[in-house]
């Protein structure tokens, strides 16, 4: 069982870059997708969660800007991420936890059953 992330990079301000989060052992469609970040001296937060009925929920930073989407047939999740900004530089990590729905504030650790390894994102100035 394993999710991986990939897909980071350094980006212009302004720029985009999608995202990946491959689930292997485990059907991701099953699965709420939730993606975290942390930044250097900062505690992880939570950026987006994308629930079984296709509903989306954001930080209020990333609102408008960031987008989620699922390809069950690839088992894959995707965040788009646009007009980047220095702010969003992170290491961005996906999470996959087997409800129908995404947990209050992005919850914490234990309300998650998968993590992946995390993938570098620097938006320069």
């Known amino acids: 069982v394993q999710l991986q992330a990939s897909g980071g990079g350094l980006v212009q301000s302004g720029g985009s870059l999608r995202l990946s989060c491959a689930a292997s052992g485990f059907r991701l469609a099953h699965y709420t997708i939730g993606w975290f970040r942390q930044a250097p001296g900062k505690e992880r937060e939570g950026v987006t969660c994308?629930?079984?009925?296709?509903?989306?929920y954001d930080r209020d930073s990333v609102k408008g800007r960031f987008t989620i989407s699922r390809d069950n047939a690839k088992n894959t999740a995707y965040p788009q991420m646009n007009s980047l900004e220095p702010e969003d530089t992170a290491v961005y990590y996906c999470?996959?936890?087997?409800?129908?729905?995404?947990?209050?504030?992005?919850?914490?650790?234990?309300?998650?059953?998968?993590w992946g390894q995390g993938t570098q994102v620097t938006v320069s100035s």
């Open positions: 999470a996959a936890r087997y409800y129908d729905y995404c947990p209050a504030s992005f919850g914490t650790s234990r309300h998650w059953n998968y």
């Open positions: 994308l629930n079984l009925r296709n509903t989306t």
